[in-house]
């Protein structure tokens, strides 16, 4: 796909997304999700240097996950592995002040996939139901 049909087709998603009432996380995403020899699973936000401070939407979004019970850090070639300990400040927050519901959905989707990874059933990509056009 090209870049700018996908461009296009994404931006017709976030806006049909709206039109739903969805709030889309789209930007902050972690660089690694990693699973440890323990089955335990972190994510880890890589930064040239420990001066290097995350962006609001990655703050957001680290914030967002260790609040659905993720552990979060923050790793520099100098400092190595930081925990990361945001607060998230719905006044401040891209994605807006209704967070509990968005952190039940994807609670809830985070341990059915990592349920899944653990009983070694293959994994298979989310197919979310046709969209309908909207009239």
């Known amino acids: 796909m090209n ?3 996908q461009f296009s087709s994404e931006a017709l998603f976030s806006e049909w997304a709206t039109s739903q009432g969805w709030r889309s996380l789209k930007r902050g995403w972690p660089d690694y ?5 323990d089955g335990a699973i972190v994510v880890v ?3 040239g240097h420990s001066s290097e401070s995350l962006s609001p939407y990655q703050e957001t979004m680290m914030t967002l ?20 300990r945001g607060k998230l400040n719905p006044k401040n927050s891209y994605y807006g002040t209704q967070g509990p519901p968005l952190r039940k ?8 996939e990592y349920r ?11 197919s979310p139901q046709k969209a309908q056009e909207p009239a």
């Open 65 to 84: 996950l260790a609040d659905l019970g993720m552990v979060t850090f923050k790793w520099t070639p100098d400092t190595g592995l930081q925990p990361h």
């Open 105 to 112: 959905v994807l609670s809830r989707r985070v341990m059915a």
């Open 45 to 47: 936000e890589v930064k």
């Open 3 to 5: 870049e700018d049909r």
């Open 116 to 126: 899944r990874f653990k009983e070694g059933v293959n994994h298979r990509p989310h």
């Open 33 to 37: 999700l990693c699973i440890k020899p």
